[in-house]
DNA sequence: CTAGGATCCAAACGTACGTTTGATTCAAAC
DNA sequence: GTTTGAATCAAACGTACGTTTGGATCCTAG
């Protein structure tokens, strides 16, 4: 389940990425050592550096593995989510197609690889103002492509707000995909699994996003500070 | 201007916060040595754990400089905003109350901490699903009378929606707050100064919140999975 | 059967970390 | 003028880290 390719066997490889990808997760990338990552793999404490070069290369192919998979699919839902005609219907599509795989990947335990969207948020968060350079390159084509469409969707949008906007969705998306439950549950101690509420937790989330989307501009004319 | 306290002689035990404060935003808690910190601060290294006890001590220290104050702040302008009477303006003064210090505190160089915002999140993502329970003790009161205010202005909404929507409200928050400016600028790689914009970056996100906070439930009878 | 490249392994290397120690400085109290 | 306690300081302690090394082991092609 959560090797990438169930057919290969259960190569070393694979077994420090699947543990290096739960533990940098639960520990963070700098808190989670070599050692810790070959004894969970069963694997000597050198192959990382034979098999990935050093600690930074297998952080690269950790997130390599998921990150082309998960951006392609979002691409391909984006394609078909344009085709709608009715507007709503539409941005509803782009909205979904943009957080759905990601919330998939985090609360879907079948399909799911929850820890690496954890680890995808808590990086992310980590390098706040200056995010790794190769991580931002893995994004740019697709955050290009869904900020794009978006414009034409909602063509009377300003570009700043179609800016802030876009930020806020990136917002809550990264969010619950990071914290995975709601901060009142948080504070309560709760401990329910919502990996069967997926689809519900996406359509909140779609809602919500939605109904702010299509608020008219009202910023034309305002002046800061 | 980074000293809480202007009238107190400049301690080595405020410039050590000081120090910490900014360096633990720049390269994250871990990431940053006692060495560092006090060659910054011009201190001697044992001083950490002459006048804090330990490097964990410290922490502690950083984060109840400012979130003391911050909170205070919060919840007395909730207080304001629970006078209005009409709905909207009750609503959009409540998430004013939430969103408004931790924006003008990140981006407002007068008055404000910008990096120590920063380090408030990049500390919530890193601990996602298990934050510092110092951490969330503070913010416990807080979060909970912000909750029962919601609930109060929109008693018609589902516990589930509430509780989603707040989710939603402080990703929103805490990732601008954490991120500092929009993603789509951050891919160009450009340099703009947003700390003239506060007031304009908080109605944005007030806009943004409030249109969402507005509409109606739909998610009565649906079900999960 | 055997060469040779890929893989694994125990051990060690140098570096950086948080913390502790014991002496030293300094200013107020008596 | 002496005492006392807080504050500072250089130095060292033990631990953990990422990386390197060089030999052992495995597997496959010739």
């Known amino acids: 389940m959560t090797s990438v390719d169930s057919t290969t066997p259960p190569s070393t490889k694979m077994a420090l990425l699947d543990s290096a990808e739960r533990l940098f997760a639960q520990n963070g990338i ?5 050692r810790a990552i070959t004894q ?7 192959s990382v550096n034979y098999h990935f070069g ?6 690269g192919a950790v997130f390599g593995r998921r990150l082309r998979p998960l951006n392609s699919q979002r691409l391909e839902r ?11 219907t539409k941005l509803r599509g782009i909205l979904r197609a943009f957080v759905g795989p990601v919330l ?36 740019e084509h697709v955050l290009s492509r869904f900020l ?65 989307w299509m608020r008219p501009d009202r910023h034309r004319d305002r002046n800061g500070s």
Chains 1, 2 share one sequence.
């Not at 050093?54 to 952080?59: H, I």
């Open 30 to 34: 700098d808190g989670t050592s070599l």
């Open 104 to 139: 998939e990947m985090r609360f879907d335990r079948q399909r799911g690889n929850p820890e690496f969207i954890q680890l995808l948020g808590r990086t992310f968060a980590e390098s706040a103002g200056q995010p790794r350079r190769e991580l931002l390159a893995e994004f």
């Open 148 to 212: 794009a469409a978006l414009s034409e969707t909602l063509p009377e949008l300003e570009p700043e707000a179609l800016a802030w906007r876009f930020h806020f969705t990136v917002g809550a998306m990264a969010y619950t995909a990071a914290v995975g439950r709601p901060l009142s549950e948080l504070i309560q101690g709760g401990d329910v699994d919502y990996s069967p509420q997926v689809d519900r937790i996406i359509e909140h989330l779609v809602d919500f996003l939605e109904t702010s």
């Open 40 to 46: 969970d793999a069963n694997a000597n404490l050198a």
């Open 78 to 88: 984006l394609g078909h989510a344009l085709l709608e005609e009715d507007r709503s």
């Open 54 to 59: 050093s600690k930074e290369g297998l952080v």
